[in-house]
Nanobody, 124 residues
Framework: KVQLVESGGGSVQAGETLKLSCDGS????????MGWFRQASGKEREAVAV????????YYADSVRGRFSISIDRAKTTLSLQMNSLKSEDTAMYYC?????????????????WGQGTQVTVSS
């Protein structure tokens, strides 16, 4: 089982930036996809950004496209999410997860391993 540990969350003002990191134990060869999901209070967990294992294919939710950027360093088994121009609606617990395939990238049921999450709070 893949161990995932998120870090980098915090409390910021709207318009500011944060960078989340997800450190994983050795990623099995069959884990083709890694991604970030978030869950706001009282809402369902939703996909934010996903990246294929090669690092060349990415998917973003419409709400974050152009503001967030996902990247992966497989040598270090680190997944990152650069979040710029943060908005109050980005406030949520952010989780990283792995899946054997990237399609459908937004379906959390495809993701087998999850971290414990890191809280992001954006004040307006």
């Amino acid at each position: 089982k893949v161990q995932l540990v998120e870090s980098g969350g915090g409390s910021v003002q709207a318009g500011e930036t944060l960078k989340l990191s997800c450190d994983g134990s050795e990623i099995p060869y069959n884990m083709r996809c890694m991604g970030w999901f978030r869950q706001a209070s009282g809402k369902e967990r939703e996909a934010v950004a996903v990246i294929g294992s090669s690092g060349t294919t990415t998917y973003y939710a419409d709400s974050v496209r152009g503001r967030f950027s996902i990247s992966i360093d497989r040598a270090k088994t680190t997944l990152s999410l650069q979040m710029n121009s943060l908005k109050s609606e980005d406030t949520a617990m952010y989780y990283c997860a792995t899946a054997v395939r990237c399609l459908p990238w937004y379906d959390r049921k495809e993701y087998a391993d999850w971290g414990q999450g890191t809280q992001v709070t954006v004040s307006s």
